[in-house]
């Protein structure tokens, strides 16, 4: 029976979702990927059109969309490890100043668990029985302290080389898409205009797959962030190119 409640409990806290139900929204590489890709596309697009506004040739094109890649994807890589570490840092800190109290404590700490299952409508008794049971083992007491006055699970922090990685290899798929035209013998902007056009829609429909949102709202929405960024820096293009000239 104390089980069940604890199970039943974990499921209606929505920091404790039921395991096999929901889609991991926790991983570190899914927001640095999908961030890294659209940033990467959107980005280098938008700085390939700027230069292209201001009239230059289409090496300069290549070798403008060429550097925008590689400094992006450094960039987003470094930011990402860094956010990510830091992050991370921050939450053993205190996951180790809860270990640290528990030991020094370990009676308060009980009552203080026991107390969570109070306040969410378990009987006292059942819920210091289950705080208990629970800190019989004290990984396990660990992790459910870590889980309820943290929010985190100790043993799935995010890691901040899958974030680096995930950033720098989608960030650099992403902005080689309106490149990739150019690098074939292109010499207009048209078929890369096209080319990130689809490509922004595509993205837009599959981050629909990982938020529920509908397929064809997110890809439209993608493809209007990304053609008014790319308008707003053609348009400077085209007023400094003409005042340079």
Not at 170 to 196: D, E, I, K, Q, R
């Amino acid at each position: 029976m104390t089980a069940t409640i604890l199970e039943h409990e974990a499921g209606q806290h929505p920091r404790i979702p039921a395991a096999g139900h929901h889609r991991d929204v926790n991983g570190g590489w899914l927001r640095p990927a999908v961030f890294g890709a659209m940033d990467g596309l959107v980005s280098n697009f938008a700085l390939m059109t700027g230069v292209v506004g201001g009239a230059v040739s289409s090496s300069t094109v290549v070798l403008t969309g060429l550097a925008g890649l590689a400094a992006g994807a450094c960039s987003m890589a470094a930011g990402e490890y860094t956010s990510v570490a830091s992050q991370r840092e921050l939450v053993q800190a205190e996951i180790e100043a809860e270990r640290l109290e528990l030991s020094r404590n370990p009676h308060g700490e009980l009552a203080e668990l026991a107390q969570v299952y109070v306040d969410r409508g378990v009987e006292p008794e059942l819920a210091h029985e289950v705080a208990r049971q629970l800190s019989a083992d004290p990984d396990r007491t660990l992790e459910v302290h870590a889980r309820e006055e943290l929010g985190v699970d100790p043993n799935d922090l995010p890691s901040p080389w899958v974030a680096a990685g995930s950033s720098f290899v989608c960030f650099a798929v992403g902005a080689l898409l309106p490149l990739l035209p150019y690098l074939l013998g292109a010499t207009s902007l048209v078929p890369a205009l096209l080319l990130s056009a689809a490509g922004l829609f595509a993205c837009g429909a599959v981050v629909a797959r990982v938020t529920a949102r509908s397929w064809w709202f997110s890809g439209l929405r993608q493809l209007l962030l990304g053609g008014v960024a790319a308008g707003v820096t053609y348009l400077l293009g085209w007023l400094i190119g003409g005042q340079i000239g």
